[in-house]
């Protein structure tokens, strides 16, 4: 099985981006432990990050038919990112919202996520943890659809 993991803009200033919001593990650090845990899932994964929605819309798109799931972190994409909402519900496999902060619990204009109508779940809150659970979930939700 393969999974997309989608990092949207401004995620590769983790370890430097608001420490105390977002802690200083890098996004090559969270990718370093996606890579150890689909390893232990027996899964692959194809990762990629962009500051731009249309090359995250693209790469929802190039990978429609190859990918048994998806992990999005919207970030800054959350709140207004109607085309990657709109991508999401194309996809014929489940995609996971993750977001290492607790969006409700910060400003008031963060806590509405455009994209999680358009999603199975959003994971959030437990800082680089969050994409962990993320992926164990999502990887645990498409073995149990494959096996019924």
Request: proline letters at 5%; aromatic letters at 6%.
């Amino acid at each position: 099985m393969k999974f997309l993991i989608l990092h949207g803009p401004n995620l590769n200033l983790f370890g430097r981006r608001e420490p105390h919001i977002y802690g200083t593990t890098t996004l090559a650090q969270i990718n370093e432990r996606l890579q150890l845990l689909a390893g232990e899932l027996d899964v692959e994964l194809v990762i990629h990050q962009s500051n731009h929605e249309g090359v995250l819309v693209d790469h929802f798109h190039q990978y429609i038919d190859s990918v048994d799931g998806a992990l999005l972190n919207p970030a800054g994409l959350t709140q207004h990112g109607v085309s990657l909402h709109d991508a999401i519900k194309a996809m014929p496999f489940p995609v996971l919202e993750v977001h290492m902060s607790n969006i409700a619990a910060r400003e008031p204009w963060r806590d509405h996520s455009i994209i999680a109508p358009a999603v199975k779940a959003t994971i959030q809150g437990l800082g680089w943890r969050s994409y962990t659970a993320g992926l164990r979930a999502l990887v645990e939700t498409v073995r149990e659809t494959k096996a019924t």
